[in-house]
Each structure stands twice: as C-alpha cells, then as structure tokens.
C-alpha cells in the first residue's frame, strides 16, 4: 500500500461511533489528523452494544488469526488505560468438545494456536469438569484459550469519541449521513462536510451508504441474568460454533456463555440473515436457550433480567472490509466485521491510521482490502 | 407449637414464624434488616411488598434471587441470606 495522505495532517470525516469508527476516529486523532465523528446515536449504540465482548483469537482462516491476534495484543498492551466501566476480565475462552470427534478438533486447533505464538491448553474431561463444574455430564473435554478476554463495550467507544473531543476533533452524534465520497459527507440535515478522506465504519448500515459491497446484517440475540457469581468462570464456547457461524442460509444457535465481573451470564448466541426487525423472535431466543440449557441445565433454574438483538455486519468470507474504496481511494471503508468487531477493532484503526500515514503495517492489509468484492475495476490505492 | 407457627431455617438457625407469612415477612419479623446487597455494595430491603421491584431477592432452599414477598413459608423451610 503506498501512501494515501500528500500531508501529515488531513481532514477526515468517520462515519459511524460504533467501536470500530470510534477506534479509528482516535487513532486517526492520535496521527495529528483532523477528525469529525459523525453518528446518528451515541457511541457504542449499535452492534457495539449487542456483542458480548469476548476479545477472542478466532483461528478459522489465516487472515482471520492475523488480525484477531494483533488485535488482542493491542487490547493487552490497551488494558491499564481502560476505564473501570469497560469491566475487562482476562477469563479465558473454554472450547468445548462434545465428543471424540470433536477432541480431535481441539487438538487440531491447539496445534494451529501453538504454531501461532497463543497460549492453549487441551483438557481431558475430568480436568474440563475441574475447571466448569456446571457443565453437563458426558463431554469429551475442551481447549482453554488463557489469554482471552471479555469487555463491556459500549463505555469503550464513549471513552474513544471522549479522546477525539479531547484532542480537538469533533464528535457529531444525532446526526443521519445521507451519503459519502471521499471528499464528503452530506447529512440529513443539508450540511455538507468537506475533507481529504472519509472513513465509512458504518457496521451493517455500510452497504447503504458505499453501494456494490455485500455486507448485510446478521440479526442476533443476547440474554442477560442476574448475579450468580460462580457459576461459570470462562468464556465457554461449543466446539460447534464454528459450524453455526459459517451457516449462511438457515437461523443457527450456539452455546455461548460469558461470566461478568457482576457475577451476572451473558448467554449467546443466535444468528439469523434476511430478519430485519429488531424485535425479540421467541422462537429463535428459546432454540438459543435449549441449546444453553443442553450443555449447562443448572442455566434453566436462573432468573434473566433482560434480552436484546442487534445487527452484525456480515460479509461472504467471514473478513472485513479494510482499506481503500476500489474507485474512490480516499474513501477508507472499515465495515463488516461481524461478530468480531469488538476484538477486531482496535487492529482495524492501527490498519486504517497506517493506510493514511504510509507506515508499513504491523500485519499485510490484503486480505480485508474491499478491492476483492468489486471485481472488473481497477485497485485505485 | 401451635398450628399457627411454623419453624424454618434463617441463616442456619431455626427460626419461628406465624403460619400464612411470606417469607419477607418471617425475615422482617425475625430481626432481618438487610435482605441483599445491590450490585456496588448498598444494603436492600423489601420496598413494595407485591412482587414487582425484586429488592426482596433471598436464597430459598438453595435457589437465589427469590422473591421473598411471593413465597410463603413453610415448616423446614431453608433461608439464607447473603447481605
């Protein structure tokens, strides 16, 4: 990637105070560069406030680990200077293998995580029982991930948008983009922002605004309880995951279950494309709760204090889209992370603050450039 | 004992309370002036009595988070509160 800027400072406009715009919108402040955040809610609002924020290395492909690996370790390095709100607890991801099959699994991925520098450890059942006494009775044994983390992650974005306040940019919330290029933003309002570059981190709404890219939004669901503290130590993950995640047509559940710092679970996870309504679907939530209940059935005799949606940003092959607008290069698209924005965000403004600056970056850009959707153009960076 | 008592469990000792009672009301009866702890440390007690504001919440024969205004206490029952 050459150098974008022809100055060190520019003038650029991030669409979209989720945490991944409000990600860049800092780094880019932190670059010396002029910066308006722009959203039409406040920061962290969206799928930001909908993910659970498990801070994960995800080894499904090799640009996937790239980036979630650079991303945690920049999480790790970001740790102290996390405000208290952001809750951030390094409990661990507890892999779940089902049975036999699923153990061979484990081990192969333990293999990957090993050649990738991350720390696993594969647990037979006894030493998975030690660990998660819940558990139900009969699983094969797991792969614990030590260095994963979870995070409450709207205060995060706040945090963020504060830093770009603090260091003169501007943060415009309430306000609806209509449209955008590389040289501006219009809003509903009439106003017109010019600048050099335009960032579109706009999640699932991405599309909309830079037609061309499949990015839709992938609904899902989330329930909270009350405080059982104890109960579940470890992000716990079925092995099957994986599966659901990469189902792209039918609605797919998961055992997800997260333990906060409150003692409160946070109980995961549903997918489902083409469902555009916000609402709770009764039918999808109770899949997601048998599917939790199967795996932990002291889960059914607790109280849950509230149950949201939202929507992830989904693209085709599972990776965002990060870099230059294939026929606008001064339009940066950071969008469709999916379920993995929360980790992937802050290797996502280091990416997008390099691209801008010229610096070579800590990981190779090609595999989220948005150049791969737009076939039969030409690569304008 | 009459028939109008019931003995229960309160924090590992046996307890009395007349017979119909919640267990709120056993508790309250009982001596208890915090039934939990809200979640940055303050001390709850029942506020409406009806069911709707969940600041009763006690551990009853091992479940926690009861609401300790809908239950009615029964002979043997086991209390615990953690405030």
Redesign the interface.
């Known amino acids: 990637m050459g150098r974008l800027s022809s100055t060190s400072s520019c003038k650029v406009v991030v669409v979209g105070a989720g945490i991944v715009g409000a990600a860049v919108a800092e780094a880019l402040v932190e670059d010396g560069h002029v910066v308006t955040l722009v959203d039409q809610g406040p920061p962290g609002a969206g799928a930001t406030a909908a993910g659970m924020g498990h801070v994960v290395v995800m080894d499904d492909s090799p640009a996937q680990i790239a980036l979630t690996g650079y991303s945690q370790r920049l999480w790790d390095a970001r740790s102290p200077g996390l405000p208290a709100a952001a809750e951030r607890m390094v409990c661990g991801t507890l892999w779940i293998a089902a049975d036999d099959e699923e153990m061979v699994e484990v081990r192969r991925k333990a293999h990957f995580y090993h050649l990738q520098g991350v720390a696993a450890e594969v647990l037979d059942a006894a030493r998975l029982y030690a660990k998660e006494p819940h558990l139900r009775p009969g699983l094969a044994g797991g792969l614990l991930v030590p260095g994963d983390s979870v995070v409450y992650p709207p205060p995060i974005a706040a945090a963020m948008a504060d830093v770009v306040r603090q260091r003169g940019g501007e943060v415009l919330l309430g306000k609806t983009v209509t449209s955008m290029s590389g040289r501006e933003v219009k809003l509903a309002d009439g106003t017109a922002m010019e600048c050099d570059f335009t960032v579109n981190a706009a999640g699932a709404q991405a599309a909309a605004l830079c037609p061309g890219f499949d990015i839709r939004p992938r609904k899902g669901h989330l329930l909270i309880t ?3 503290p104890g109960y579940v130590r470890h992000q716990l993950v079925e092995l099957g995951y994986l599966k659901a995640a990469h189902e792209t047509t039918e609605a797919s559940v998961a055992f997800n279950v997260q333990p906060r710092p ?1 003692g409160q679970l946070l109980i995961g996870s549903s997918r489902q494309y083409g469902a555009n309504a916000p609402g709770v679907d009764h039918q999808i939530l109770r899949r997601m709760l048998d599917r939790a209940i199967e795996y932990m059935p002291v889960l059914a ?3 849950a204090i509230r149950v949201w949606t939202g929507f992830r940003a989904a693209t085709p092959d599972k990776l965002p889209l990060i870099g230059p607008h294939p026929d606008d290069s001064r339009l940066i698209l950071a969008a469709g992370h999916e379920g993995l924005g929360i980790t992937t965000s802050l290797g996502t403004a280091a990416l997008v603050a390099d691209c801008l600056a010229g610096r070579v970056p800590a990981i190779p850009l090609e595999p989220y450039l948005p150049a791969r959707f737009l076939t039969g153009v030409t690569h304008a960076g | 004992m009459p028939d109008s008592e019931v003995t229960f469990t309160l924090n590992g000792r046996p307890a009395v309370a007349a017979a119909g009672a919640s267990v709120a009301v056993a508790a309250l009866a009982n001596g208890v002036k915090t039934f939990r702890r809200s ?1 940055t440390g303050e001390p709850r007690a029942p506020l409406c009595g009806m069911g709707i504001c969940y600041e009763c ?1 006690l551990t009853v024969d091992g ?3 009861q609401k300790s205004c809908q239950i009615t206490v029964l002979p043997g029952m086991v209390v615990q509160i953690d405030a």
């Open positions: 009350d405080r059982y409150t005799g607790l109280s | 979640v919440r479940r926690s988070h």
